[in-house]
């Protein structure tokens, strides 16, 4: 197959390729900073949604905790 003077010139030449090359390097580094980011901050929801299940569950077993006490002592406390 030969190649006309407009398709040959628009052949890619070391530089460019290198240009390229240096472009996706540089494009790798930032997307491994952002999975890093993206990384910390799942984590800190995982614990935010954590302390929220476990500041339920506490406020949960106060509220039994209450109305046990209430039932005890023959309180009607309405809230």
């Known amino acids: 197959m ?3 003077p407009e398709q040959f010139n628009k052949l890619a030449t070391k530089k460019d390729l290198e240009k ?3 472009k996706v390097d540089v494009l ?3 997307m ?3 999975l890093t980011s993206v990384d ?3 984590k800190k929801l995982d614990d935010i949604e954590h302390a929220f299940v476990s500041n339920q ?3 949960d077993r106060f509220e039994n905790r209450l109305e046990r006490i209430e039932k005890h002592l023959g309180l009607k406390v309405s809230y």
Do not use: M
């Open 2 to 4: 030969t190649l006309t």
């Open 20 to 22: 390229v090359e240096d």
């Open 28 to 30: 790798a580094e930032n």
């Open 32 to 34: 491994s900073t952002l």
């Open 40 to 42: 910390g901050l799942a």
């Open 57 to 59: 569950a506490a406020h």
